[in-house]
């Protein structure tokens, strides 16, 4: 894949670029979604129905992601990045439905995670994101709001929540030459649709994972292969 200094990259990833990284992904065969029921951990009314196992759920995932080390997916990014930075920082894009850190500590800049961070909490009523790595397992210790007693939730986007910023998610698409989709299974909504969005300004969309995502037939490109193989090969 070659990138001219006029291009404009937006990068999608999802769960499978931490897969090679130890991280479980959502569906499939040993995935998130088989241990645990959405609905009793995910969602807003998992939240006011059980504090304890919401929390006891992301502390797991906070240890996991802690434990993780950035792959050599997660590096490829950050190093296309610096590369089309150089013309201007904002031909590169990278918008992440995961909550992990991995982008980061591999050294990515121009990053949203549009479902949230791990390592991240707010107050339930003053809605303030704070940094957090604590884990909160111990049922009668859970964490309250300093100032107004409320109860602190993960800062993560639930279902039947909205996703982060979707203004500045947009503008971005808006102004790509490309889009590049890794990593993700195609069937959460609005991300799936980012394809369709660009299909209908003519950006060229790239897919990149072992397999097919639900949307495959939108893509003008698929490239099947894991992460770790596949994205250090496109950027040679
Ligand atoms: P999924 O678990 O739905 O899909 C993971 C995708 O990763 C699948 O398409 C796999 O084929 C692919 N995959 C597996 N191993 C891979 C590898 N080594 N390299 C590349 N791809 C690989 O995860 P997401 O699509 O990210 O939302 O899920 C989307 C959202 O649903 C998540 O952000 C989460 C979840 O419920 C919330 O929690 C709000």
């Not at 990278?94 to 591999?106: G, K, P």
Request: hydrophobic share 40%; proline share 6%.
């Amino acid at each position: 894949m070659h990138f001219s200094p006029q291009d404009r990259l937006f990068v999608l990833t999802g769960a499978g670029i931490s897969a090679e990284s130890g991280l479980a992904t959502f569906r499939g065969s040993g995935g998130l979604w088989n241990g645990h029921r959405v609905e009793e951990v995910a969602t807003p009314e998992a939240w006011d129905a059980n504090r304890e196992l919401v929390w006891r759920f992301y502390s797991q995932r906070r240890r996991d992601a802690l434990a993780a080390e950035p792959n050599a997916a997660h590096k490829a990014l950050a190093k296309i990045e610096q590369l089309l930075a150089k013309t201007d920082p904002a031909n590169f894009y990278l918008c992440t439905q995961n909550v992990d850190d991995l982008h980061e500590r591999a050294g990515s800049h121009r990053i949203h995670h549009m479902h949230g961070s791990l390592f991240e909490s707010r107050c339930s009523r003053c809605n303030q994101p704070f940094s957090d790595q604590s884990f909160y397992e111990d049922p009668n210790n859970l964490p309250s709001c300093k100032i107004c007693a409320a109860p602190i939730r993960p800062h993560i986007v639930w279902f039947g929540e909205i996703p982060l910023d979707m203004d500045a998610i947009y503008r971005e698409l808006n102004r790509a030459s490309i889009l590049l989709v890794v990593g993700t299974s195609g069937s959460v909504y609005p991300a799936a649709g980012f394809v369709h969005i660009a299909n209908q300004r003519n950006i060229r969309t790239v897919y990149v994972g072992p397999e097919e995502p639900l949307n495959i037939d939108a893509f003008d490109e698929v490239i099947l292969g894991t992460a770790t193989e596949a994205l250090p090969a496109l950027f040679d």
